[in-house]
């Protein structure tokens, strides 16, 4: 029988742009045999199902039901496409699990400590393998002492917001006397700063899911950025940024990296599809956890699409399987 899917986008932060766009990928592909997808935007004036011949129709947040011609539409899933906040930050993933509605991503718990840097980084420590920069985690109103951080840590420095995304108020710090400047520019992003030693290797982001009762590390993308950092004109100006889709490990950093990545997943407990940044430091080749992403872009030409193609699967047989792992 047919599923009746909530293919859910928008979000309340400035990456609701780039939702929409991962949202019209799924519904592209998504296979219309198996699912009955309504596409529904959430923003801040609310949540609304928009048929294309009629004006928009208000959800009902009590049972997360729709009422189209007098008929009320209950979802059996729900497809979160929503970058940032409220879809990867695990406040849908709350409202969701009291009404029973399962959902492609990650639960709530995990959901909300992934978005916290440095929150993450302390839980995969000890993974086998993996190693993370050496790093600060400083609080705005806090009591932190940046010179002995600069004492602590080994120049250059990486300063991140500690939530951040797409490289926002992000800097490297070649001088220790500008990280004050650093920090407070951080800190106009987020409450909490982290920052680290700055890694010096090959930049990847891979893509890992659990379906089928397995799980699936996809092939890897090494990002080559023309700037110092993948930083937001290079993640998001055509161009700037070479990505190579596989990219290029030998064979044994390719089952270490493998091994490292089903471990983060099963450690940090994912659901659905993720995506790890990481390094392999120039000279050692030792792997560098840097963040994971709970909700990965979806567009057109996001890491996954390009990853999913690389398997040479099919998007719809992809989201399909996603699917049916989260409707079991
Ligand atoms: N410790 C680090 N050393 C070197 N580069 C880093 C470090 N941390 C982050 N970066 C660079 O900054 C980019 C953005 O950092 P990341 O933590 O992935 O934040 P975002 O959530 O914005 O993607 C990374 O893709 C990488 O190029
Ligand atoms: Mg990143």
Redesign the pocket.
Known sequence: MRKTIALLTGGTTGEWVVSVKSAATIAQNIDADLYDVYKIMLNDKGWFYEPADSVKIEIDKNDFSLTLDGRKIKFDGVFIAIHGSPGEDGKLQGYFDMLNIPYTTCDALTSSITMN?GYTKAIVEGIDNLHT?K?VQIFKNGNYDLKQIKHDLKLPY?V?PNS?????G?S?VKHADDLDAAVEKAFLEDNQVLI??????R?F?IGVYNAKSQITVLPTTE?I?ANE????E??YTPGATQEITPGKMNDEEYLRVHQIIKDVYKKLNCRGVVRV?Y?LEHDTSNF?F??I?TIPGQTATSFIPQQVAATGITLKQFYTDLMKETLN
């Open positions: 840097k920069a790093s990486f991140k951040g995304g797409s490289s926002i992000m490297k680290e030693e700055f890694v010096s290797g930049e982001s990002v950025p950092f993948f930083d937001f290079a993640k940044d390094f560098y840097i963040e992403n």
